[in-house]
Nanobody, 121 residues
């Protein structure tokens, strides 16, 4: 019904930058909130940043001032600009969205397949 496709992960040195993208497609009536989560090896998945339709954002404390979430509502795409990356940012990053399906108007939560970010020298 609705799919999320992420891109932009990779290997970066400490202090470097990466930009993640996540595009929603499918039978979409509307996208409400969009966000990024991450899961490091042996740890639980955690919220990194979230943005709602009106543009309000919230961030995990550890990424405030370094990461910026933004969205293009016309393209149903969310971005995560990650600067001053640290080794502890290493994780699989997952895109998440709350979507209303066209036709049924059912609200569903959708996850992307994940993209690996590795911060290492």
């Amino acid at each position: 019904q609705v799919q999320l496709v992420e891109s932009g992960g990779g290997l970066v040195q400490p202090g470097g930058s990466l930009r993640l993208s996540c595009a929603a497609s499918g039978n979409i009536f509307s996208i409400n909130d969009m966000g990024w989560f991450r899961q490091a090896p042996g740890k639980q998945r955690e919220l990194v940043a979230r943005i709602i339709g009106g543009g309000s954002t919230n961030y995990q404390d550890s990424v405030k001032g370094r990461f910026t979430i933004s969205r293009d509502n016309a393209e149903n795409t969310v971005y995560l600009q990650m600067n001053s990356l640290k080794p502890e940012d290493t994780a699989v990053y997952y895109c998440n969205a709350g979507a209303v399906v066209r036709g049924s108007l059912r609200y569903i939560e959708v996850w992307g397949q994940g993209t690996l970010v590795t911060v290492s020298s």
